[in-house]
């Protein structure tokens, strides 16, 4: 199988001269289409940074991250910001969800800059709140929903432009242990019908329920275990 994401020697330092962090220092990975991988880490490993760079928030100082086979150094601004809108879906740990808008009205965002037009653009929001078990909530406001519900929502945005990817910065972090499980079964679904999950955490629970886990320390993969028997 091709792999979505493939990092060669991926190098990224902030900093010049005696002040330099060399935040990552030679990551080499390959992630296939519908893995679900967790990554682990102590805090100042790199896994933000790593993060920055497979989500095209960043560019790397050195190495080659091909993204669905195309060579990310090779795109302008615009083409990258298209390829984060189009390709990736995020989650981030503080859901992010826009306080006066309805929970519709927040997973119609990315569509509105990707300019898909109005009826179709309700019709996939729904469907995205439907999959996530959230289409009776779609006119709430985001205060309105418990912690476990936001994030489910912030989910539904990241899904609704149909991104092979799905990057997430700790999306359990602010939740309890029902919705966390939640949370997990959404992502192992999306995994399942052939999303790339890639996942940063710091909880074994949610590294449990990943296919792969990767384990970073100062900026180097040390280890790499997938798990096939689990499950
Ligand atoms: P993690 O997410 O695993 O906690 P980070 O990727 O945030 O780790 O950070 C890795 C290292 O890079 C740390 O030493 C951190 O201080 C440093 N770092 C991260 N971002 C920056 C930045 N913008 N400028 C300078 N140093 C940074
Ligand atoms: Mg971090």
């Not at 896994?47 to 100082?61: F, H």
């Not at 936001?150 to 149909?162: C, S």
């Amino acid at each position: 199988m091709a792999a979505v994401l493939e990092l060669r020697d991926i190098r990224q330092t902030y900093g010049t001269g005696e002040a330099a962090v060399h935040a990552l220092r030679g990551i080499d990975l390959a992630v296939e289409s519908g893995e679900h991988v967790a990554i682990m880490g102590p805090s100042g490993s790199g896994k933000s940074t790593l993060m920055n760079v497979l989500g095209c928030l960043d560019v790397a100082s050195s190495g080659t991250y091909l993204l669905e086979g195309q060579d990310v150094a090779g795109l302008d601004d615009t083409a990258l910001a298209r390829v984060r809108n189009r390709r990736i879906g995020f989650v981030f740990q503080s859901f992010n969800l826009i306080p006066r808008m309805t929970a519709l009205a927040n997973v119609e965002l990315p569509m509105v800059y990707g300019r898909v037009r109005g009826g179709e653009r309700r019709a996939r929001a729904e469907a995205a709140l439907e999959l996530v078990g959230l289409a009776d909530r779609a006119d709430h406001l985001p205060n309105a929903l418990s912690g476990g519900q936001q994030q489910r929502v912030a989910i539904a945005r990241a899904l609704v432009t149909d991104p092979a990817i799905v990057l997430a910065d700790e999306p359990t972090g602010n939740l309890d242990s029902a919705s966390t499980d939640d949370v997990l079964g959404i992502l192992e679904r999306l995994s399942g019908a052939g999303r790339t999950v890639v996942v940063i955490t710091h909880e074994d629970e949610v590294a449990a329920r990943a296919q792969r886990v990767v384990h970073i320390r100062d900026g180097l993969l040390v280890s790499d275990v997938r798990a096939g028997a689990r499950r």
